[in-house]
């Protein structure tokens, strides 16, 4: 299921906010939708990265462009980051927390608030040079879209690869 897809869920889990339906744990259902994003983060971890098997990745994204793209979030574990789903994916979430953020728990509301923010920092990233959109990044090894591969700060640079817009007009 793609990112936007699991948003989608969480944004419907918000809706139906703290009330118990079929005695569903839907406060148990909204943290695990927001620890989805801390399992899909690319770039450097902070310290209080929650999901522990998750290690510091794709630390040289862009340098083949003198860009930093270190950052933002990986697909469907396959290590590929694109643009746009992200872009909506983010913006989702950003108008749940808009709309319901005063009926999360306070310790929810700030870590929704933090994979908003994780994602924003990279998506400002893909615009920063001139007349260049960068779109996607993936693992030359996931071109097929059907592999995982693990993705750690071992891996040379040379296995990233970047599709961009490109714009002709100034």
């Known amino acids: ?4 897809s699991k948003l989608l869920l969480f944004v419907l889990l ?22 989805f994003f801390e399992g899909q983060r690319s770039g450097f971890l902070p310290e209080d990265q929650r999901q522990k098997w998750r290690a510091n990745s794709g630390l040289s994204d862009g340098w083949t ?11 469907a574990g396959d290590n590929i980051k694109f643009g746009f789903p992200m872009a909506f994916t983010t913006t989702m979430l950003s108008w749940s927390v ?8 306070p310790n929810e509301l700030r870590n929704a608030l933090v994979a908003i ?27 097929t879209h059907s592999r995982t591969v693990t993705l750690s700060h071992s891996l040379t ?5 970047f599709i961009y817009v490109f714009s002709f007009i100034p």
Request: glycine letters at 8%; a negative charge; aromatic letters at 10%.
């Open 1 to 4: 299921m793609a990112l936007g």
């Open 14 to 35: 918000l809706a139906i906010g703290g009330r118990s339906v079929n005695a569903h744990d839907y406060a148990d259902a909204l943290s695990k939708a927001i620890m």
């Open 65 to 75: 462009y003198s860009t930093d793209l270190t950052g933002g979030y990986y697909d």
């Open 98 to 105: 808009i709309e319901f953020g005063e009926n999360m728990p």
């Open 117 to 143: 923010r994780w994602s924003t920092d990279y998506l400002l990233k893909t615009v920063s040079q001139s007349n260049r959109i960068f779109v996607q990044v993936l693992l030359l090894l996931s071109l």
């Open 157 to 161: 640079p040379p296995l990233r690869s």
